[in-house]
């Protein structure tokens, strides 16, 4: 199975500075023949399913906020926040959707500070 | 619009068994695959299982393989997840949750319902 590592565990940022995700695979979710990245991230706020923000490592969901932005290939994957709003705080998930089982990794908290 | 509602959660013995189910409205089911995902209390997110548009594939984590069963019935527009031999670390919110894309079993999730608490406990 692909792991999936997210640095830092948790985060807090000012409001309206950038908050900056990582994301490692063990493996490569670039698929050559279509030249896609096979990675997503996810928000989740407390006692809410999780929300699709960015798909395919750096297309956003509609509806998204453009201050959300995803970036990466292979195995290495950045998602930023280019300025914290209150409304961001939430737990963040990448997950690659490469491989079958697919796998999550364990999520980047972020507060305000 | 989308909707996902989970039910059939609660509270049973480990050894035992419990389905959940999803209903779906707001879209062509059939159209799509579908995921079950869980979180246990104060965790991460766990893939647990894919079901394929038509029913005809299915993938598992190997956390589950050989005890749980997705399956769905197009006709109902219902989703479901057959869990046995329960342990206690299977405790979680049980996510359904919908493809981005029709008929492709490798995108994201697109949508997600509310969950379904499943306790383990003696």
């Known amino acids: 199975d692909i792991v999936m590592t997210q640095s830092p565990n948790s985060l807090a940022v000012s409001l309206g500075e950038r908050a900056t995700i990582n994301c490692q695979s063990s493996?490569?979710?670039?698929?050559?023949?279509?030249?896609?990245?096979?990675l997503a991230w996810y928000q989740q706020k407390p006692g809410q399913p999780p929300k699709l923000l960015i798909y395919?490592?750096?297309t956003r969901e509609s509806g998204v906020p453009d201050r959300f932005s995803g970036s990466g290939s292979g195995t290495d994957f950045t998602l930023t926040i280019s300025s914290l709003q209150a409304e961001d705080v939430a737990v963040y998930y990448c997950?690659?959707?490469?491989?079958?089982?697919?796998?999550f990794g364990p999520g980047t908290k972020v507060d305000i500070k | 619009q989308v909707q996902l509602v989970e039910s059939g959660g609660g509270v049973v013995q480990p050894g035992r068994s419990l389905r959940l189910s999803c209903a779906a409205s707001?879209?062509?089911?059939?159209?799509?695959?579908m995921y079950w995902v869980r979180q246990a209390p104060g965790k991460g997110l766990e893939w647990v299982a894919v079901?394929?548009?038509?029913?005809?594939?299915?993938y598992y984590a190997d956390s589950v393989k050989g005890r749980f069963t997705i399956s769905r019935d197009n006709s109902k527009n219902t989703l479901y997840l057959q869990m046995n031999s329960l342990r206690a670390e299977d405790t979680a919110v049980y996510y359904c949750?919908?493809?981005?894309?029709?008929?492709?079993?490798?995108?994201?999730?697109?949508?997600w319902g509310q969950g379904a608490l499943v306790t383990v406990s003696s």
């Open positions: 949750a919908r493809a981005w894309e029709q008929q492709l079993v490798r995108v994201p999730m697109q949508h």
């Open positions: 707001g879209f062509t089911f059939s159209s799509y695959a």
């Open positions: 079901i394929s548009y038509g029913g005809s594939n299915e």
């Open positions: 493996q490569s979710v670039l698929y050559s023949s279509n030249n896609k990245n096979y």
């Open positions: 395919w490592a750096s």
């Open positions: 997950q690659q959707y490469y491989n079958t089982p697919s796998t």
